[in-house]
Each structure stands twice: as structure tokens, then as C-alpha cells.
């Protein structure tokens, strides 16, 4: 996951600047994702787990709020097949925010033991999620840029 958004961080670097905001938040909700799920003997400290969920939140709101409003712009100004694959993947979009939201409900001010103990599984979903999302909103975005070059490079 760590190569894939490293290949298109830079395809996508300074394209935007909320872009590169977004991106670099990506960047490190993944690093502290993969922080807190690797080689686990012991379960994490409620507060570094609450601070995980903190920014968990923080990222899809982020994407909501900044980028995915700018990429859903640039399609209502789109024709045909390329708004109906935006609204496709901002549906699936909209269901991982549920899945994250989820997460953090149950995770962000744990203090149970046996709910605990549901991480590992939790944290594999969440993964995955995370895994598909990225790469559904790098098709947002590159489909964004290529409207955006379409639409400057057309004859007037």
C-alpha cells in the first residue's frame, strides 16, 4: 500500500495544493495505521489508539469537505460515462466513510478489555478499506485531471 501511494503522490504532486494537504494526510493516517497493526503482543494504549481513531476521522472528513466537493465539481461539468463512474465511486466512497465512522465509534474511547481483544480483526477490515478507498480516490482525482486537460486542450 505504502508503494502505491508513494507512485501516486508523486504523479499528483503539485497539481493542488489541498491535494497535497490531502495527500500527505493519507501518507501518515497509513504509517500509523501500519504502526499500530504490525507486530502486536499486547493491546495498544487507549490513548494512541484514540488519537489513531482521531485522525481516522479527521482523514474522511478531510476528503469530504476538501476534495471530494472539488472532484464533484469537476464532473457536473462533465458529460456522459465520466459523472456516472464518479457518482459509482463516490458511493462506494461514502460507504467506507461508514465503515471508518464505525471503527471509530467502537475504538475511540475504549475501555473494555473484550472489545479489545476484536482489534486485529477490526484492524485487517479497516485495512482493506483503507486499501480500496485509496485507490478509488486516485481514480477520482485522475479522472479529474484528465477532465481538466481535456477541457484546456479543446478546440475553442
Known sequence: MLRKMAQS???LAGKHHALDTFMDARQALL????????????????KELTDFCSQLVDYVSAAHFEIYDYVMAAYEAARGNGRTLAERIYLRLKKSSVLALDFHDKYAQVDNDEVLLELDQD??????MLEERFSLEDRLVFAVSLLNHLSINEPA
Do not use: W
Open 9 to 11: 503522490k508523486a504523479k
Open 31 to 46: 504509517v500509523e495505521y501500519i504502526r499500530l497493526s504490525t507486530n502486536r503482543k499486547v493491546l495498544p494504549d487507549p
Open 123 to 128: 484492524l485487517s477490515m479497516l485495512g482493506e
